[in-house]
């Protein structure tokens, strides 16, 4: 039998197949000391696992209760987890020097975000552009500093240097997490939307760069940087759309929007999971 036609014609069973090798393989690269780089405070290895084991339980029912509707869910799970086991850009950074790369990479997508803030108040009711502006005085100065610490890092990568990053990106991401709430105080829908929406955009940018960081940064770094992050994600989120942050990662990374779902979602846990 065709082996292709075979797994689509049998998609629970091939699905749980692939389940169990994933699960079997990571087992033995762990035992041999490989991780396939950090995820979070964990490895990527480590973090395949445990998606393939949920997912061997989610789709552990009754054969019997079958219908075409859970065939086609469960081929869509086939492809869900193939997108799951792809590389996650701004999660599984090689290096240091990778990391501040790739913050200088995103250098034009932060200084378009920080450029559309910077003219967002124009746009508000009049009582409540002093408060957006307030809310956000102080992200040209922030962006600008980290940029030049990253470009400093790749001429001249040291210790010494990366630290001065992790401290940095804790501190913007501090001050964009305290803007986005201050936004959210705004009164006037239409202006609490435009709001909003400026702000998230610098925040998707130095989320993406503080998992670049962390990716990077050893367990007692991360335990720090999380200990100076005073405002968590967990206050802020509610107050965001994934599916903004998902288009300005897609465009960065020119990748589909499924994907890039999953990465902002992945980098939201393992940001949460570390403290921030």
């Given at each position: 039998?065709?082996?292709?036609?075979?797994?689509?014609?049998?998609?629970?069973?091939?699905?749980?197949?692939?389940?169990?090798?994933?699960?079997?393989?990571?087992?033995?690269?762990?035992?041999?000391?490989?991780?396939?780089?950090?995820?979070?405070?964990?490895?990527?290895?480590?973090?395949?696992?445990?998606?393939?084991?949920?997912?061997?339980g989610l789709i552990?029912?009754?054969?019997?209760?079958?219908?075409?509707?859970?065939?086609?869910?469960?081929?869509?799970?086939?492809?869900?987890?193939?997108?799951?086991?792809?590389?996650?850009?701004?999660?599984?950074?090689?290096?240091?020097?990778?990391?501040?790369?790739?913050?200088?990479?995103?250098?034009?997508?932060?200084?378009?975000?920080?450029?559309?803030?910077?003219?967002?108040?124009?746009?508000?009711?009049?009582?409540?552009?002093?408060?957006?502006?307030?809310?956000?005085?102080?992200?040209?100065?922030?962006?600008?500093?980290?940029?030049?610490?990253?470009?400093?890092?790749?001429?001249?990568?040291?210790?010494?240097?990366?630290?001065?990053?992790?401290?940095?990106?804790?501190?913007?991401?501090?001050?964009?997490?305290?803007?986005?709430?201050?936004a959210a105080k705004?009164?006037?829908?239409?202006?609490?939307?435009?709001?909003?929406?400026?702000?998230?955009?610098?925040?998707?940018?130095?989320?993406?760069?503080?998992?670049?960081?962390?990716?990077?940064?050893?367990?007692?770094?991360?335990?720090?940087?999380?200990?100076?992050?005073?405002?968590?994600?967990?206050?802020?989120?509610?107050?965001?759309?994934?599916?903004?942050?998902?288009?300005?990662?897609?465009?960065?990374?020119?990748?589909?929007?499924?994907?890039?779902?999953?990465?902002?979602?992945?980098?939201a846990r393992s940001?949460?999971?570390?403290?921030?």
């Open positions: 039998m065709n082996s292709i036609s075979n797994i689509w014609n049998h998609p629970k069973t091939s699905v749980a197949g692939l389940l169990i090798a994933t699960v079997s393989i990571a087992g033995v690269l762990s035992q041999q000391g490989v991780n396939l780089g950090h995820a979070g405070s964990g490895t990527v290895v480590t973090l395949v696992s445990a998606i393939a084991t949920a997912l061997l552990a029912k009754d054969p019997a209760a079958a219908t075409t509707s859970s065939t086609s869910a469960t081929r869509l799970g086939a492809w869900a987890l193939i997108a799951l086991l792809l590389p996650l850009p701004f999660s599984t950074a090689c290096s240091g020097v990778s990391v501040a790369q790739d913050i200088v990479n995103w250098t034009p997508t932060l200084q378009s975000a920080v450029a559309t803030v910077d003219s967002t108040a124009a746009l508000l009711a009049p009582a409540d552009a002093p408060i957006f502006t307030a809310a956000t005085i102080g992200f040209d100065v922030a962006s600008n500093l980290l940029v030049t610490q990253a470009k400093a890092y790749l001429a001249n990568p040291t210790a010494g240097l990366l630290a001065q990053i992790q401290t940095q990106i804790v501190a913007f991401q501090q001050q964009v997490n305290s803007s986005v709430l201050q705004i009164v006037d829908p239409a202006s609490q939307k435009h709001a909003l929406s400026a702000i998230q955009a610098v925040a998707t940018v130095v989320s993406a760069m503080l998992s670049l960081v962390q990716s990077v940064s050893s367990k007692a770094a991360v335990a720090q940087m999380a200990a100076h992050s005073n405002i968590k994600l967990a206050a802020v989120e509610p107050l965001l759309d994934p599916s903004q942050s998902a288009r300005i990662v897609a465009g960065h990374y020119s990748e589909p929007i499924a994907t890039a779902h999953m990465q902002v979602a992945q980098a940001q949460a999971s570390a403290g921030f």
